[in-house]
């Protein structure tokens, strides 16, 4: 679509100039004044030159696929590679915060431990 928002007709209008020039050269080459032999003959060459030319042009939208492809696919590696990178780093950090949180994890529950233990004497205390 272009930028009125309507549908650009160019595709369809350059796909019917070649099938009106295909057309018409093969219709003027059946009503030029020459033997039916040589026309055959013309029209089978204008054919084969028709059948390389759409060859070459197919091997040409293979390659560009390919290459493609190929991109994509570097592509590809680049980023999983840095997805790698960034989930390393990323365990390494919680690595070193188990490090620095351990600890204090194991001096607060001791902590709790030994208030839970005061407050068993004190409500037994309390009872007697």
């Known amino acids: 679509m272009n930028e009125s928002g309507r549908k650009s007709c160019f595709l369809p209008v350059l796909t019917s100039l070649f099938a009106g020039v295909f057309i018409g050269g093969i219709i003027g080459i059946l009503f030029a004044p020459k033997p039916g032999k040589e026309t055959r003959e013309e029209i089978m060459s204008k054919s084969e030159e028709l059948l390389e030319k759409s060859k070459k042009g197919v091997d040409t939208v293979a390659d560009k696929t390919k290459e493609f492809v190929d991109k994509s696919k570097g592509k590809v590696e680049e980023i999983k590679g840095k997805g790698e990178?960034?989930?390393?780093?990323?365990?390494?950090?919680?690595?070193?915060?188990?490090?620095?949180?351990?600890?204090?994890?194991?001096?607060?529950?001791?902590?709790?431990e030994e208030a839970v233990k005061k407050g068993e004497e004190k409500t037994e205390e309390m009872i007697d």
């Open 85 to 112: 990178e960034i989930w390393k780093k990323g365990k390494e950090k919680v690595e070193e915060a188990k490090k620095v949180i351990g600890p204090k994890i194991e001096e607060v529950r001791k902590n709790v």
